[in-house]
């Protein structure tokens, strides 16, 4: 009969603050097992020193690195996998005897626990328990004395491991923040408190419970004397306004404006990659103090102080436009970000359509151009709008599917090459299936029609087909589709391209 695993969390460092199910499971333990880094004691089992029965076999697990340097041809992550293996086979020794395993972990087993790791190599394989731990930043909380979160604030746990512009922009997206993983990245950390605009309420807070424990401003802190064991606290009352993604937008102002009103920009932002965002974009939104969108263009918008970010879901474009129009009318610098070409199904015209409102009519309004995502799929795929073509959106949300029905036959009628913007989504799936039936009304079946995913992002992917084979099931909200003319033909090394003379 083999033995059972046990996941124990001892807490922050106060053995005052292991909880009695962890006491009794440490003291019954056959065998007490541990993590500790390369020449140092055991945090773990400090804590629980004084539980840890005389009769019990001790395993500490020594990492082998503690930092990204190692010779070991897998790389750091090589290197770990193996250790992460070798501990797994130590304790699976024990539990194959019959013994019964605790591994200790400091705070909870799975936050940012080494326990993780043997629970993903050794429970499918024996009987496992995780008893729950008082995590650090709990304890942190404690120390600041200050309310880390209220009612419906969002507290958002991040590693400050996190690349600079990505933590400044999670930080300035969220009510209230945890930032772990301190150390020798303390000095990145704080830049991004301060692009963020929440430096003036951060804590810092060092060895919750433990000996040494100390709290004060991130401001204050000396980034030569942050240790691992530290962490810093933004709490949900330090907005200062802010809004997180999931609030309504707020109404725009009533009140008759002071001033003069500020130009309104509507900016493209490109299929995705910074390198496609233009110097004239890049810019102008160095320059703004507010940000308004869709949420994940919104995300693309590099954080910075003073800059304040207005995200939203995808279907209030007019509820957006009229908020930055009434930021403009009060004479706020903001910019309304869209993906691709902000003129091309993007948010330049929800902004002139919310711009008939004579409220916004004193509001100039300038739209700065970005590369659309047909362009981005086309220049991957050769050149297949080389000659005429037409552009059109299968979404019938703004307009009833017989219109698009309607323009599809004339469009294939006419033969020209045809970029389809949004050919399905999780509520849409039959729509690409119809929108090809009604392009072989007037299309032969080996029309060339090139599939572009993510192009530019992350799962890029190109496929060139034809219209006979074009499977509905491998199209969905990602895609961007390009159906050719007749003339549209695929060269040796597979480029597609429409010629710009057209037979009689």
Known sequence: MTGRFHGVGVG????????????????????????????KASNARRIAASLIPGSAVEEQLTYPVTTGATDHPGGYTGVLAD??????????????AGRDVVLLSEGDPLFYGSYMYMHDRLAERYETEIVPGVPAFAAATAVAAAPLARQTDVLTVLPGTLPEPELARRL??????????????????????????RLEHAVYVERASMDGERRLPVAEVDPATVPYFSLVLVTGD???????????????SAVEPAGPAAELLVVGLGPGPGRWLTPEASA???????????????????????LTRHASGNTVEIDRARLALGLARDGESV??????????????TAVFEAAEDPA??????????????????????????????????????????EVIERRLRAVAEADLALAIYNPASRSRTGQVAAAREVLLEHRKPDTVVVVGR???????????????????????????LIVGASGTRVSGAGRVWTPRWVQP
């Open 284 to 306: 102008a939104l160095a320059g703004v103090d507010h940000v308004v969108g869709y949420g994940p263009y919104v995300d693309r918008v590099p954080q910075r102080a003073g």
């Open 83 to 96: 250790f992460y293996e070798e501990s797994a086979a130590r304790l699976a020794a024990h539990l194959d």
């Open 172 to 197: 300035a997206d969220t009510d209230a923040a945890v930032v772990m993983k301190l150390g020798r990245t303390f000095p990145a950390v704080r830049r991004a408190l301060e692009s963020a605009g």
């Open 335 to 348: 910019a309304v970000v869209s993906g691709g070409d902000a003129g091309v199904f993007g948010m330049a």
């Open 454 to 480: 993510s192009v530019g992002r992350e799962g890029e992917s190109l496929a060139v087909t034809t219209l006979g084979e074009l499977d509905p099931a491998g199209v969905d909200m990602r895609c961007l």
């Open 12 to 39: 922050p460092g106060d053995p005052e603050l292991i909880t009695l199910k962890a006491a009794r499971l440490i003291a019954a333990a056959d065998v007490v097992a541990y993590h500790a880094g390369v020449g």
């Open 360 to 401: 916004y009519r004193d509001v100039p309004v300038r739209v700065l151009p970005g590369v659309s995502a047909v362009q981005a799929v086309a220049a991957r795929a050769g050149a297949p709008v080389g000659g005429d073509f037409a552009v059109m959106s299968l979404s019938d949300r703004l307009k009833p599917w």
């Open 238 to 252: 330090s907005r200062n306004g802010r809004r997180s993604r999931d609030r309504p937008l707020p109404e725009p």
